[in-house]
């Protein structure tokens, strides 16, 4: 079974410039997440979907971030002007169901540094 | 406020040694799990334990949710554990708050 796939593995960006990053969740879960880890730290859920809707986008800084999971599959996560603090890995993860007794299938991560 | 405490922040072990990781939370939740994270690896769970004591191998996790704490305990350590170890309880709907997490070192 294929798990969480993200891409790109890695981006490098000047402040100000913007950046996009894709999720391919395990076929037939239903909910996924972002989340953003900065270095030495635990995630930080930054939005989740169930299908297509968002479910809690409350940590989302909606000026500059935003996610879209248009089909209910695949999501992207964008940052439309980037800043030093955005520094960060950024997790996208899956599941079925919602509830968080389920468990949580998490992705490679896209290792992000603002310049 | 860090809603999730872990304890120690890292830790170093002789492999073979046997290892107890705390997680405290500042929250009421009825659902703890443990996540592993191997440096630039992608994060794994390990155990979901809402309460009592949970084994999966040689890891078994312990929790009390009244007194808002869980342990990992890692018995008979092997060079292969050695990343992040990750404690994580369900806050306020469908969403996971984690702690900072222990970093472990086993040395042969």
């Known amino acids: 079974e294929a798990g969480v796939t993200q891409s790109p593995r890695y981006a490098v960006l000047q402040e100000g410039q913007a950046v996009s990053f894709w999720c391919d969740p395990i076929?037939?879960?239903?909910?996924l997440y972002w989340y953003q880890q900065p270095r030495d730290q635990g995630p930080q859920l930054l939005v989740y979907f169930r299908d297509e809707a968002v479910i809690d986008n409350s940590q989302l800084p909606s000026d500059r971030f935003s996610a879209v999971r248009p089909k209910g599959t695949n999501s992207t996560l964008k940052i439309q002007s980037a800043k030093q603090g955005d520094t960060a890995t950024y997790l996208c993860a899956s599941s079925f169901g919602d509830s968080s007794a389920e468990t949580l299938y998490f992705g490679s991560g896209t290792r992000l540094t603002v310049l | 406020e860090q809603q999730v405490q872990q304890s120690p922040a890292s830790l170093v072990l002789q492999e073979g040694e046997n290892a107890e990781l705390q997680c405290s939370f500042s929250i009421f939740t009825n659902q703890v799990q443990w996540f592993y994270q191997r440096p630039g690896g992608r994060l794994v769970s390990l155990l979901y334990?809402?309460?009592g004591t949970k084994q999966s191998g040689r890891l078994t996790s312990t929790t009390v949710i009244k007194e808002r704490r869980s342990s990992l305990h890692i018995s008979s350590s092997q060079i292969t554990d050695s990343g992040t170890y990750l404690c994580a309880i369900n806050s306020a709907g469908n969403k996971l708050t984690f702690g900072i997490g222990t970093r472990v070192l086993v040395r042969p």
């Open positions: 076929s037939g879960h239903d909910t």
């Open positions: 334990n809402p309460s």
